[in-house]
């Protein structure tokens, strides 16, 4: 498949720290599952070719995702011996498209010289017809939520923020939460889970800070600035034209290329998608964040530093910003590379 600069991010390094077998599982889980007297023998072939040469996975690695993601959902299930067999014949078996061609190939976006603003791509509106005419919608996006949220329920907030940035210590990180661009604090997320210490939230950098004061452009010393946030933990990806189903098809979409732990609704017109990338090549993830923008994505979340919505916080007129997806087991199946 020939890439574009319109096109998905491939990359031959990382990918949003979502691994080739991690995109392999998920494809296999949209492919359907074997059904004796149905053509079942041709639908675990298939899928097992799939892994073998449209993944390019070795044989040990295809056995143990036919095993685990598409075994449990055949009628009956094959035996393991059976299920081995039509790994290994996958291996050798003739094709007419080239080995790897489901991982993709580089996207030919141009790089950014080092100190000076990204170029962001043009909107394609084709791309996104395409993409939001394939679904889900936002309620069908909720129904697949790994953890099933009461959109209602902003009690729950504390819980989401330790499944997002609890990192195993007592105090966890500095994370910068404000109720309104002008009022925030930095302060540990031990403190921010206390009792009531959310309450009014409505703003979070999506990031921990790498410390509790930094320096404005213009040399002041503030609780909020690009200086004192650290590394990127997750880049947010949101949209504001469009509707809510529209925006769950795209952000649905974004997730075949990087790690979709979460899904927040403003509690205005758009939802926010949090892509965990913790330790990757910022270029990597200019080339994904160059892509959501052509698909109609807001730049301005490219900046490290930038607020975004509080997982089930509350807008300044009362309104909840639901949470629609939560996947945190995403987190550590992104820490695997390419």
């Given at each position: 498949?020939?890439?574009?600069?319109?096109?998905?991010?491939?990359?031959?390094?990382?990918?949003?720290?979502?691994?080739?077998?991690?995109?392999?599982?998920?494809?296999?889980?949209?492919?359907?599952?074997?059904?004796?007297?149905?053509?079942?023998?041709?639908?675990?072939?298939?899928?097992?070719?799939?892994?073998?040469?449209?993944?390019?996975?070795?044989?040990?690695?295809?056995?143990?995702?036919?095993?685990?993601?598409?075994?449990?959902?055949?009628?009956?299930?094959?035996?393991?011996?059976?299920?081995a067999?039509?790994?290994?014949?996958?291996m050798?078996?003739?094709?007419?498209?080239?080995?790897?061609?489901?991982?993709?190939?580089?996207?030919?976006?141009?790089?950014?010289?080092?100190?000076?603003?990204?170029?962001?791509?043009?909107?394609?509106?084709?791309?996104?017809?395409?993409?939001?005419?394939?679904?889900?919608?936002?309620?069908?996006?909720?129904?697949?939520?790994?953890?099933?949220?009461?959109?209602?329920?902003?009690?729950?907030?504390?819980?989401?923020?330790?499944?997002?940035?609890?990192?195993?210590?007592?105090?966890?990180?500095?994370?910068?939460?404000?109720?309104?661009?002008?009022?925030?604090?930095?302060?540990?997320?031990?403190?921010?889970?206390?009792?009531?210490?959310?309450?009014?939230?409505?703003?979070?950098?999506?990031?921990?800070?790498?410390?509790?004061?930094?320096?404005?452009?213009?040399?002041?010393?503030?609780?909020?600035?690009?200086?004192?946030?650290?590394?990127?933990?997750?880049?947010?990806?949101?949209?504001?034209?469009?509707?809510?189903?529209?925006?769950?098809?795209?952000l649905?979409?974004?997730?075949?290329y990087?790690?979709?732990?979460?899904?927040?609704h403003?509690?205005?017109?758009?939802?926010?998608?949090?892509?965990?990338?913790?330790?990757q090549?910022?270029?990597?993830?200019?080339?994904?964040?160059?892509?959501?923008?052509?698909i109609?994505?807001?730049?301005?979340?490219?900046?490290?530093?930038?607020?975004?919505?509080?997982?089930?916080?509350?807008?300044?007129?009362?309104?909840?910003?639901?949470?629609?997806?939560?996947?945190?087991?995403?987190?550590?199946?992104?820490?695997?590379?390419?």
């Amino acid at each position: 498949m020939k890439i574009n600069v319109s096109a998905p991010p491939f990359s031959s390094g990382t990918l949003i720290a979502l691994s080739i077998v991690e995109r392999a599982r998920r494809y296999l889980a949209t492919l359907p599952p074997s059904i004796s007297g149905s053509g079942g023998h041709d639908a675990a072939f298939r899928a097992a070719s799939c892994l073998t040469h449209g993944f390019s996975l070795d044989e040990a690695t295809a056995y143990a995702l036919m095993a685990s993601e598409f075994n449990p959902r055949c009628q009956p299930p094959w035996s393991p011996a059976e299920l081995a067999h039509k790994v290994r014949s996958s291996m050798g078996a003739p094709a007419d498209k080239p080995r790897g061609h489901l991982i993709g190939e580089l996207a030919d976006i141009p790089a950014t010289l080092p100190g000076s603003s990204p170029k962001w791509p043009e909107t394609n509106m084709e791309e996104i017809h395409r993409i939001t005419a394939a679904g889900p919608t936002a309620l069908e996006l909720w129904k697949r939520s790994p953890e099933l949220l009461d959109v209602d329920d902003g009690s729950n907030g504390a819980d989401i923020l330790l499944g997002l940035f609890g990192d195993g210590t007592p105090k966890g990180p500095l994370l910068c939460i404000g109720k309104s661009n002008a009022e925030f604090a930095t302060r540990p997320l031990s403190t921010w889970v206390s009792k009531d210490n959310l309450d009014g939230g409505a703003l979070v950098v999506p990031s921990p800070m790498s410390a509790r004061i930094g320096h404005t452009k213009d040399g002041r010393e503030s609780e909020h600035t690009l200086e004192n946030t650290g590394p990127r933990r997750f880049l947010v990806v949101e949209f504001d034209k469009g509707t809510a189903d529209d925006h769950a098809a795209r952000l649905w979409h974004l997730a075949e290329y990087g790690s979709l732990v979460l899904v927040v609704h403003s509690g205005g017109k758009s939802l926010h998608g949090w892509f965990y990338c913790a330790g990757q090549p910022e270029a990597a993830l200019r080339k994904f964040m160059a892509y959501a923008v052509s698909i109609g994505a807001d730049k301005a979340t490219w900046t490290k530093s930038q607020f975004v919505r509080l997982p089930a916080g509350q807008r300044e007129n009362g309104v909840r910003q639901s949470v629609f997806y939560f996947d945190p087991a995403a987190i550590n199946r992104g820490e695997a590379t390419l």
